[in-house]
């Protein structure tokens, strides 16, 4: 149980094209989800926090209008970065809080890569 | 400032030794304490937690922890390393009583792990 998925595993666009990355906990609810960022030999850097039926909330210097969160669902949060440009190149993980409320369960990543 | 500290960038160790590596923090109250473990280009694998009770924590793949409040350590620790066990791990802390703020994780910074055969 507790599984999060991600797709796509690994994306490649162009620059000023905009992806979307999708995260989904398979085997149960997930009212809150969380993005993170991790660079190259990097800790995770938390972006946002996305509630279902809500606004996300985002982390100080993660720019909104460049980092859409979308939670429709209870299993479903999306993260669309628009205008992509090579250096939001990075590693994308999510995370979805699990039934008891101090556990994160992460998904395998997104690969992003912009030329 | 809620903080976690990793203070080894990596650990090198020969396969059937010991293991420990390290990780300090510095968070509000008791927070609830986690280690993960990442391989290359994946996400976070769950290791342990700790909550409450025994400050001794066994978790997957034979690792365990050893909590000290007074030290505000949670150092993750194994008695005989694996080749298979090269890999970057993290400490995470989780305030405890943040509900309201969502229940955020601070991550420490990684530390390499690398088990030489």
């Known amino acids: 149980g507790a599984v999060v998925s991600q797709h796509p595993s690994r994306v490649i666009c162009k620059s000023g094209t905009s992806v979307k990355i999708e995260c989904r906990s398979l085997d149960f609810q997930a009212t809150t989800m969380f993005w993170y960022r991790q660079f190259p030999k990097q800790s995770l850097m938390l972006m946002a926090t996305s509630n279902e039926g809500s606004k996300a909330t985002y982390e100080q210097g993660v720019e909104k209008d460049k980092f859409l969160i979308n939670h429709a669902s209870l299993t479903l949060s999306t993260l669309t970065v628009t205008s992509a440009h090579p250096e939001d190149s990075s590693f994308y993980i999510c995370?979805?809080?699990?039934?008891?409320?101090?556990?994160?369960?992460f998904g395998p990543g997104t690969r992003l890569t912009v030329t | 400032a809620q903080s976690v500290a990793q203070p080894e960038d990596q650990v090198n160790v020969a396969e059937g030794n010991p293991l420990t590596v390290k990780c300090t923090y510095s968070v509000s109250g008791n927070p609830y304490l986690f280690w993960y473990v990442q391989y290359p280009n994946r996400g976070l694998q769950f290791l342990l937690k700790?909550?409450?009770?025994?400050?001794l924590v066994k978790g997957s793949y034979g690792f365990e922890a050893e909590f000290n409040k007074s030290q505000t350590s949670f150092h993750l620790k194994k008695p005989s390393a694996l080749v298979s066990d090269s890999a970057l791990y993290f400490c995470?802390?989780?305030?405890?009583?943040?509900?309201?703020?969502?229940?955020?994780?601070?991550f420490g910074s990684g530390t390499k792990l690398n088990v030489k055969p």
């Open positions: 995370s979805a809080r699990g039934r008891v409320s101090y556990e994160q369960y």
């Open positions: 700790y909550i409450t009770g025994d400050n």
């Open positions: 995470a802390v989780s305030p405890r009583g943040s509900e309201y703020n969502f229940n955020k994780f601070y």
